[in-house]
T-cell receptor
Framework: KAGVTQTPRYLIKTRGQQVTLSCSPI?????VSWYQQTPGQGLQFLFE???????NKGNFPGRFSGRQFSNSRSEMNVSTLELGDSALYLC????????????FGEGSRLTVL | QKEVEQNSGPLSVPEGAIASLNCTYSDRVSQSFFWYRQYSGKSPELIMSIYSNGDKEDGRFTAQLNKASQYVSLLIRDSQPSDSATYLCAVPPSGGSYIPTFGRGTSLIVHP
């Protein structure tokens, strides 16, 4: 059974640019959530999608957005990049029930110069 | 709002010793708990789930849950250098949320 796939794995952008990250969940999983992780910080929740609907949203500015497609694949976008957006962005997949069991992708490491 | 507290560490133990990682939580209704392991530069991986009071053993790992004290721990017996990682505790979502609440994690270093 294939795991969670995130692309791209690494990317470098400059301030002011925008970036789109992609996540393909485990087959059959309908929930995709996104997290930001910076050195020394815990997992910061961005948002969660289930069946193309955003069910939960974290405390991030509107520059951070996401969407989910009918095949459960999800994308997140960050516009007007800032230096502080440099982080590991993690996607997690789950069946969508109220469980603490998440399956993470390998992450997309974003560097903003 | 639920809170999950963990000592950030690092917790340093010699190879072969027992490593004890602790987590406290504020939500009295939490019925299950999860431990994730995250190696440096990698993503978190679920390693243990515990759903009832008492102990749950899986190989060298034992999760202990005490609901009355709102305390959950992870014991790693015969610690190996390969166990060096950050361990995250998580409680399942409740109320209107579908997202588990994670602690900030405890860094474990097992030295030869």
């Amino acid at each position: 059974k294939a795991g969670v796939t995130q692309t791209p794995r690494y990317l470098i952008k400059t301030r002011g640019q925008q970036v789109t990250l992609s996540c393909s969940p485990i087959s059959g999983h309908r929930s995709v959530s996104w997290y930001q992780q910076t050195p020394g910080q815990g997992l910061q929740f961005l948002f969660e999608y289930f069946s193309e609907t955003q069910r939960n949203k974290g405390n991030f500015p509107g520059r951070f957005s996401g969407r989910q497609f009918s095949n459960s694949r999800s994308e997140m976008n960050v516009s007007t990049l800032e230096l502080g957006d440099s982080a590991l962005y993690l996607c997690a997949s789950s069946p969508g029930t109220r469980t603490g069991e998440l399956f993470f992708g390998e992450g997309s490491r974003l560097t903003v110069l | 709002q639920k809170e999950v507290e963990q000592n950030s560490g690092p917790l340093s133990v010699p190879e072969g010793a027992i490593a004890s990682l602790n987590c406290t939580y504020s939500d009295r209704v939490s019925q299950s708990f999860f431990w994730y392991r995250q190696y440096s530069g990698k993503s978190p991986e679920l390693i243990m789930s515990i759903y009832s009071n008492g102990d749950k053993e899986d190989g060298r790992f034992t999760a202990q849950l005490n609901k009355a004290s709102q305390y959950v721990s992870l014991l790693i017996r015969d610690s190996q250098p390969s166990d060096s990682a950050t361990y995250l505790c998580a409680v399942p979502p409740s109320g209107g949320s579908y997202i588990p609440t994670f602690g900030r994690g405890t860094s474990l270093i097992v030295h030869p």
